[in-house]
């Protein structure tokens, strides 16, 4: 008869828990998934509590007659989100973490009518401007972020699916106003997505589509008083959501992100601010993430506060040590997140598509008060992203894009550790669409970018993402590898290496 519940004592003075991981092979999920759904569900349910030890593998492995690497994959992905420890030579241990937050009971959900809208864009500034006007200039050696590559956009499925669109609307459509919030079948698409891939588990009306993070930001801060509503951000942070936060006159918070979760929490605790703008998976430039027990401690300060964590989801899909990490959405029992995607890191920046996914306590106001304004996606590309989603073709682009961009990340990081001096530093490089670069040779970061910048090679300087520039690291630049053909990334690196520190 097989052993359940909490045994004691454990090896190293734990309990020790046995048991309730089993696997279906008649259901269609994947058995690493479902070694990781049990463990994470015995968690959460208090049946396995802090500092607990887990089955280890070979009892698994024996037990329900899986591959080792199955149940190592799934044991190695909750180490990486945070609930479990690997203590070398004793086992897998649950993480001495309060799980509380995540138990709390979900609040009456509101339901209000299905209406919203658009609006005018924030103008980026002039740095972010002669940035971007930089990167539009030819260089055969392009480290910016945030571009793609020409082969990167499936133009030919694209293009098909337009015509179908325009085919089977006849062109009624585009004689009529269509729903504020946007189109319902695309909105019933990217709820499917978002409940498979990032663990958002939303319904279509509280999905509310823009052309991208800035217009989310200013519909958002539509519902919120600057007067009394104060705004808190990563410092350094995305300089276009400072841009659209101080153009709306509400006061901004700076708070700490690269001093630890600690200094980041109590500069959060005394701003008092009502708005939290945060990008927990992937920081932005810093690359770091946030760990489960901090995202819980937000949560819990949001809770406590009456506040919002308004979560930007930019490009977390790409991981490259370990599965993807679910979202802080995916962890809101309490209805105080708001999420913020977009289609422009996977897609095309240029179609400007992006939405929003509004909790249910804010959902009335959400509708009330942007009912008014209109959807500024044009109503035949959301009916062509729909066709493409509802036909199998999104999935498949976003794993060609994680294959590809797999890729370029390990071969940009393995040139310039085979390339560059001992001076040079990564930071970030586990994620995301982006690294930083600290090269120490005695330049600054204008330096940098001008010498690379004369040999052809086009990398980006981060101090903008400092509200006071002075306060970035001197030599610190960003290199990206989206908008880099892999099959120039190693010359492109070496063209660096010598501009920087000669032949």
């Excluded at 729909?386 to 294959?403: K, N, P, S």
């Excluded at 940009?412 to 120490?440: C, K, N, S, W, Y």
């Excluded at 030599?475 to 660096?496: C, F, K, Q, W």
Aim: aromatic residues 8%; contains cysteine; glycine residues 8%.
């Amino acid at each position: 008869m097989p052993r359940t519940g909490i045994q004691t004592p454990g090896r190293g003075g734990s309990a020790l828990a046995w048991g309730a991981i089993t696997v279906d092979r008649s259901l269609p999920t994947p058995l690493y998934r479902q070694v990781y759904d049990c463990v994470r569900g015995q968690i959460l349910s208090g049946a396995w509590r802090p500092g607990d030890q887990i089955p280890s593998l070979r009892d698994v492995v024996r037990n329900q007659h899986l591959a080792r690497n199955t149940v190592l994959n799934a044991y190695q992905q909750l180490c990486a989100e945070g609930y479990l420890e690997n203590r070398q030579g004793a086992g897998f241990f649950v993480a001495d973490v309060s799980f509380d937050i995540l138990r709390a009971p979900l609040e009456p959900a509101e339901h209000g009518g299905d209406e919203m809208g658009a609006g005018l864009s924030s103008p980026a500034s002039t740095t972010a401007a002669q940035e971007e006007a930089a990167a539009s200039t030819e260089y055969r050696y392009d480290f910016s972020y945030g571009n793609l590559t020409a082969d990167a956009f499936p133009v030919n499925t694209w293009r098909k699916l337009c015509t179908e669109a325009l085919y089977a609307d006849d062109g009624k459509g585009l004689g009529r106003y269509f729903h504020s919030q946007g189109q319902l079948g695309l909105r019933l698409e990217i709820a499917r997505y978002l409940g498979q891939a990032r663990g958002v588990q939303c319904a279509p009306e509280q999905i509310f589509l823009t052309t991208g993070v800035q217009q989310s930001l200013e519909r958002l801060l539509l519902l919120f008083d600057p007067a009394r509503d104060r705004f808190a951000m990563e410092e350094p942070g995305f300089p276009p959501v400072r841009q659209v936060v101080t153009d709306r006159g509400f006061d901004l918070a700076s708070i700490p992100c690269d001093q630890g979760h600690r200094a980041y929490e109590e500069a959060l605790r005394s701003s008092d601010a009502r708005l939290i703008y945060a990008t927990p998976s992937h920081q932005m430039p810093t690359g770091i993430h946030l760990g489960l027990e901090a995202r819980l401690r937000l949560l819990e300060l949001a809770q406590q506060t009456d506040a919002y964590v308004l979560e930007d989801d930019y490009d977390s899909v790409f991981r490259f040590d370990a599965q993807p990490i679910p979202t802080l959405t995916a962890l809101d029992s309490t209805n105080r997140v708001i999420y913020l995607g977009t289609f422009s890191k996977l897609l095309a920046p240029a179609l400007r598509l992006g939405y929003v996914v509004i909790p249910r306590r804010l959902l009335p106001r959400a509708q009330e008060v942007l009912g008014p304004y209109r959807c500024g996606v044009s109503l035949l590309e959301q009916e062509t992203l729909r066709l493409f989603m509802a036909g199998g073709h999104w999935d498949r682009h976003v794993r060609r894009m994680e294959h590809t961009i797999r890729a370029r990340h390990a071969l940009l990081v393995d040139e310039i550790r085979r390339q560059m001096p001992a001076t040079v530093t990564l930071q970030g490089a586990d994620a995301g669409l982006h690294l930083l670069l600290t090269v120490g040779n005695g330049m600054d970061q204008d330096q940098l970018c001008r010498t690379a910048a004369a040999a052809g090679v086009l990398v980006q300087r981060t101090d903008r993402y400092w509200t006071d520039p002075a306060r970035a690291p001197l030599d610190t630049v960003m290199l990206a590898y989206s908008a880099i053909p892999g099959n120039r990334i190693a010359e492109g690196v070496h063209l660096l290496r010598t501009a920087w520190f000669g032949s």
